[in-house]
């Protein structure tokens, strides 16, 4: 699996979610929308987004954004000492990077066998 650093982890002016990785290695993350998990990729800023919390929290999100690329792209995105943080609350901050140190993806096993 290829690690991929992000370069920046977002809240954006309307409240969603926005993960930046530094590569888009396969050239294929404008499908995220595939996995069906409510992922998105954004073409013109480069990145994941989601949509603005509600039933689901931020640090959910940054799991699902995790779970879209792993499943979907043979991606693992970390965040690196040069991932920069833009409108995130610190305690947000410090609650997705504990998720992301105790991330582990667990694919889905398949309806088919």
Same mark, same amino acid.
């Given at each position: 699996m290829q690690?991929? !650093?992000?370069?920046? #982890?977002?809240?954006?002016?309307?409240?969603?979610?926005? @993960?930046?990785? /530094?590569? +888009?290695?396969?050239?294929?993350?404008?499908?995220?929308?595939?996995?069906?998990?409510?992922?998105?990729?954004?073409?013109?800023?480069?990145?994941?987004?989601? !949509?603005?919390?509600? #039933?689901?929290?931020?640090?959910?999100?940054?799991?699902? @954004?995790?779970? /879209?690329? +792993?499943?979907?792209?043979?991606?693992?995105?970390?965040?690196?000492?040069?991932?920069?943080?833009?409108?995130?609350?610190?305690?947000?901050?410090?609650?997705?990077?504990?998720r992301a140190?105790?991330?582990?993806?667990?694919?889905?096993?398949?309806?088919?066998?």
């Amino acid at each position: 699996m290829q690690v991929v !650093p992000l370069s920046k #982890v977002r809240i954006d002016e309307v409240g969603q979610l926005r @993960v930046t990785p /530094t590569t +888009n290695p396969s050239k294929m993350f404008q499908f995220a929308y595939r996995a069906d998990l409510g992922v998105y990729w954004d073409i013109e800023q480069q990145c994941f987004y989601t !949509p603005a919390p509600g #039933v689901i929290s931020y640090t959910d999100w940054y799991v699902l @954004v995790l779970d /879209t690329a +792993n499943s979907e792209f043979g991606c693992s995105l970390r965040i690196t000492e040069h991932t920069e943080w833009e409108n995130v609350p610190l305690a947000l901050k410090q609650a997705i990077r504990l998720r992301a140190q105790n991330y582990r993806w667990n694919p889905k096993p398949s309806p088919y066998g």
